[in-house]
C-alpha cells in the first residue's frame, strides 16, 4: 500500500473556511507585505434545501458538512490553479460560547530560555484543566492575555531569547459544548481535509480589527456586535483581556422568517428584506408601496409600505438585541466603540438604529487595510471580515510553526468515521 503523502504548510495558500448557517465559504490568499494580502479567489456553496449542516454556529450533520467543505476546497482549488487544498483555518463560534481565565505556572528551577515548546506545554495545561473540570465542553480556542517573567509583565508573547526561573501564562479561554469540536473535526475528515488551526471568531474579528484601525484599539477597549444569520453575538474587549461573550440565537434568518410569516415565501422574503428592509420606520427618508408577490397557498400579491416593513422589521431586532444591549450597557463606561459586522450588519439603518441605543460611537468594522488595493470591491463586505481575520491569524500560525506537515485523513481514518455514524446519532 502506497504511504500517504505529506505536504509542508508553508508551500500551499492561505486558506480559511467559514461554516455558516446559510453556506460554506472559503477563501485563498498569499501575503504580499506583513499584515498585507491579496485575495486568491473565494467560492460559496449555500446549502440546498434539505441539506443544512450548521445551526447556531454547530455541525449538525458531519457528512453534509464534509461534502460541503470538500466541494467549496475543490471549487477554489480549481479556481487558483491549484492541484488540491488539502488544509485549512476555520473559525470556530456557538450560541453555547462562553469564556473564562485560566492561569499556568512554571518554576524552572533556574534561568532558562521561554522556549516555544514550553508556551506550548503550558497552553495545553491550561486546555486540560478546564476540560477536566467540566467533561462535557471542549476549549474552542485560548487567546494570551499576558505573561509574566520573573514576576516582571511582558508587553507581548515570550520569546526564545528571554529567560527566566519563573513563567506565568494568562489565557482567556473560549469554550462550549463539546459537539461544537467533535462535529468540526468529523466534517474535515469526512471531507478528506484537515484543519491546520482552528480560531474562535471573535478573536478573527478583533484581530482584523485592530489591524486595520490600530492598537489604540485594544487598550481604550471596544465592543464587537457580529450580527449572523442565526446568531448574533456581542463580544467586549479590553487591555488585552475579554471582558463578556454573549450570543443569542437568533439574527437575519429569523427577521426573514417573520416576514415570511406575513404571506410571502421565504426566498422572497430574503430579497425583500435585502433590498427594501430597513431597521425602523424613523429611518424611512421617502416611504413608498411595494407589490410583493404573496405565497403560493395564498396566491396574487402582497401591497405593503416600506415603513410597515421597517416596524416588522424593528420589533424583531428588539427581541434579538435586546439581551445584547442590557449587557452593552453594563460596560459602556470601559469602552470607546462598538464595531459593527456580520452578514446581517448590511440591513439598511442598522448602525443608526444601534447607535440609538448606546451612547459609544458606533461604526462598521473594517478590514480593507489588510487586503492589496486593487482587491474586488466585493470582498470588502462585512460578510468577508471574520474569512480575512482567519487569514491574518493563519500566517501568524505559521510563522510560529514553520515547515509543519500537513496529512489530509486517510482512507482508514474516513471509513472508521462514517462506520461510527451509522451507529451514533448525529447531534
Do not use: W
Not at 433590498?275 to 407589490?291: H, T, W
Request: proline letters at 4%; glycine letters at 8%; hydrophobic letters at 40%.
Amino acid at each position: 500500500m502506497a504511504r500517504r503523502q505529506t505536504q509542508v504548510a508553508d508551500s500551499l495558500p492561505l486558506v480559511a473556511i467559514d461554516l455558516g448557517s446559510d453556506s460554506v465559504r472559503a477563501m485563498a490568499a498569499r501575503r504580499l507585505a506583513q499584515d498585507l494580502f491579496e485575495v486568491l479567489g473565494v467560492e460559496e456553496r449555500p446549502h440546498k434545501l434539505g441539506t443544512a449542516c450548521v445551526e447556531q454556529g454547530i455541525v449538525t450533520q458531519s457528512s453534509n458538512a464534509g461534502y460541503a467543505i470538500a466541494e467549496v476546497l475543490k471549487l477554489l482549488a480549481n479556481r487558483i490553479g491549484e492541484v488540491e487544498l488539502p488544509t485549512a483555518f476555520v473559525s470556530v463560534g456557538g450560541q453555547s460560547m462562553q469564556i473564562v481565565a485560566v492561569h499556568s505556572r512554571r518554576d524552572q528551577a533556574r534561568k532558562k530560555e521561554v522556549s516555544h515548546a514550553l508556551l506550548d506545554e503550558m497552553e495545553q495545561e491550561c486546555k486540560e484543566k478546564i476540560e477536566r473540570r467540566n467533561p462535557d465542553v471542549a476549549v474552542l480556542g485560548l487567546v494570551p492575555s499576558y505573561f509574566t517573567l520573573d514576576g516582571v509583565e511582558q508587553d507581548k508573547l515570550p520569546t526564545p531569547d528571554q529567560r527566566a526561573t519563573m513563567v506565568d501564562a494568562h489565557y482567556i479561554a473560549f469554550y462550549g459544548r463539546k459537539a461544537i469540536d467533535t462535529q468540526l473535526q468529523k466534517s474535515f475528515s469526512q471531507a478528506g481535509r484537515s484543519i491546520e488551526h482552528a480560531f474562535v471568531r471573535p478573536e478573527c474579528l478583533l484581530s482584523a480589527f485592530a489591524t486595520c484601525d490600530g492598537t489604540d484599539i485594544l487598550t481604550d477597549g471596544c465592543a464587537v456586535l457580529d450580527l449572523g444569520a442565526q446568531t448574533s453575538s456581542l463580544t467586549v474587549y479590553k487591555g488585552g483581556q475579554y471582558l463578556l461573550n454573549k450570543v443569542v440565537p437568533k439574527g437575519g434568518y429569523h427577521i426573514s422568517r417573520m416576514l415570511e410569516q406575513q404571506g410571502i415565501n421565504f426566498a422572497t422574503a430574503e430579497v425583500a428584506k435585502k433590498q427594501f428592509g430597513y431597521a425602523s420606520p424613523d429611518l424611512v427618508e421617502k416611504d413608498a408601496r411595494l407589490r410583493i408577490p404573496a405565497s403560493e397557498e395564498i396566491g396574487g400579491e402582497m401591497i405593503i409600505t416600506l415603513k410597515e416593513m421597517a416596524g416588522a422589521i424593528e420589533l424583531k431586532l428588539q427581541e434579538i438585541l435586546t439581551p445584547l444591549f442590557e449587557e452593552l450597557r453594563k460596560v459602556e463606561s470601559r469602552i470607546s466603540t462598538v464595531y459593527l459586522t456580520g452578514g446581517a450588519s448590511m440591513l439598511k439603518g442598522i448602525a443608526d438604529y444601534i447607535q440609538s441605543q448606546t451612547a459609544v460611537p458606533v461604526q462598521y468594522g473594517a478590514h480593507n487595510l489588510l487586503l492589496h488595493r486593487n482587491t474586488e470591491s466585493q470582498y470588502l463586505s462585512p460578510k468577508y471580515t471574520s474569512l480575512v481575520g482567519t487569514i491574518l491569524l493563519g500566517q501568524d500560525y505559521r510563522d510560529s510553526h514553520k515547515n509543519q506537515l500537513v496529512r489530509k485523513p486517510g482512507f482508514f481514518d474516513r471509513v472508521k468515521e462514517s462506520t461510527l455514524d451509522m451507529f451514533i446519532d448525529q447531534q
